[in-house]
């Protein structure tokens, strides 16, 4: 096993030939990539390397999607504006931090099948299927239909998912896609849906 060394500048104190112990940080490091993205590590959990593998891909493109939605939900929680700016402007912050909570749920899923869950938000445009918006701000509506748009397209790729782990036996991933995702998004879909039914405010 090769033994990291450092120099001995700086405070220290010597605890074998050529290793020092040191409260200074050590920075700039870089290394060999240890697990590449797309495969796998075998982790004792009865379920086979292939349903394990299916599970994992699936997963991250679902993460990837669901980072984007994430981050729009952030921009559009800045950019709203009009008569409903306070109302959206809270949804669009709960909703925010819902989906990061799914974001977490699924990359942990995905590390726990032994994977590499994808963790720049670099990577999961790379990845991701939802259309991005312009760089500006766009009216309020179309930024409704934007949000919607994105959850069809994770519900879509949800659906899927839930059939391919069910044919696995992958009920772990299963049961995180039905209980947590898929019903969250459904929940989502329903609140911002709302603010584009078009009745009269005042008067019937």
């Not at 593998?53 to 559009?76: E, H």
């Not at 925010?96 to 445009?125: F, K, M, W």
């Not at 879909?189 to 709302?194: C, H, I, N, Y």
Request: aromatic share 6%; glycine share 8%; charged share 25%.
């Amino acid at each position: 096993m090769a033994v990291r060394t450092r120099s001995n500048s700086g405070p220290g104190t010597a605890v074998g030939p050529g290793r020092v112990i040191s409260p200074e940080p050590r920075l700039g490091q870089r290394g060999v990539e240890i697990q590449p993205f797309g495969s796998l590590r075998q982790l004792p959990i009865a379920l086979s390397s292939e349903a394990r593998m299916q599970s994992a891909q699936t997963l991250n493109r679902i993460l990837a999607d669901s980072t984007i939605l994430y981050a729009l939900y952030k921009k559009f929680h800045w950019l709203v504006a009009g008569p409903t700016f306070y109302q959206l402007h809270l949804l669009f912050d709960k909703h925010a931090g819902e989906q990061l909570e799914l974001i977490d749920l699924l990359a942990e899923r995905v590390q726990s099948l032994g994977g590499i869950a994808v963790g720049d938000p670099r990577h999961a445009a790379e990845l991701t299927r939802i259309e991005r918006p312009p760089n500006g701000a766009e009216e309020v509506p179309v930024m409704l239909g934007r949000l919607l748009e994105a959850h069809r397209t994770i519900i879509e790729a949800v659906r899927e998912a839930i059939a391919i782990t069910e044919r696995n036996g992958d009920w772990g991933t299963n049961d995180l896609l039905m209980s947590d995702v898929l019903r969250r998004h459904e929940l989502q879909v329903w609140f911002v849906a709302e603010h584009l039914v078009d009745v009269p405010l005042v008067e019937a």
